[in-house]
Nanobody, 122 residues
Framework: QVQLAESGGGAVQPGGSLTLSCQFS????????LGWFRQAPGKEREMVAD???????TYAPRVLGRFTISQNNAKNLLYLQMNSLKAEDSGMYYC????????????????WGQGTQVTVSS
């Protein structure tokens, strides 16, 4: 059984930094998309950053240059380093995994964590 568990969220002031972690367990296909998604209240879930099946990163334009997605394969961990945080970065952050080819689209992901809340506010 595949399980994903996020951690590292919290409250931070604008301009601050947070690092989110996602612990994987279970039998995730080797060539899977791994992604971070954000959902704000009343909004649809949207891609923040993903690693495709070749482990190439893609970022949403609004986080490019500020966020970094990375993986520790040996420890089954996925990270999201978030710098220069803005109020509009607030929301629930989810990690996800799937063998889909459509890494940027949340509807195609089968495995999800429960989410970790990020609040950016002064």
């Amino acid at each position: 059984q595949v399980q994903l568990a996020e951690s590292g969220g919290g409250a931070v002031q604008p301009g601050g930094s947070l690092t989110l972690s996602c612990q994987f367990s279970g039998d995730i296909p080797r060539r899977s998309c791994l992604g971070w998604f954000r959902q704000a209240p009343g909004k649809e879930r949207e891609m923040v950053a993903d690693l495709d099946r070749d482990r190439l990163p893609t970022y949403a334009p609004r986080v490019l240059g500020r966020f970094t997605i990375s993986q520790n394969n040996a420890k089954n961990l996925l990270y999201l380093q978030m710098n220069s945080l803005k109020a509009e970065d607030s929301g629930m952050y989810y990690c996800a995994a799937d063998s889909t080819l459509r890494c940027r689209e949340p509807l195609y992901y089968k495995y999800w964590g429960q989410g970790t809340q990020v609040t950016v506010s002064s």
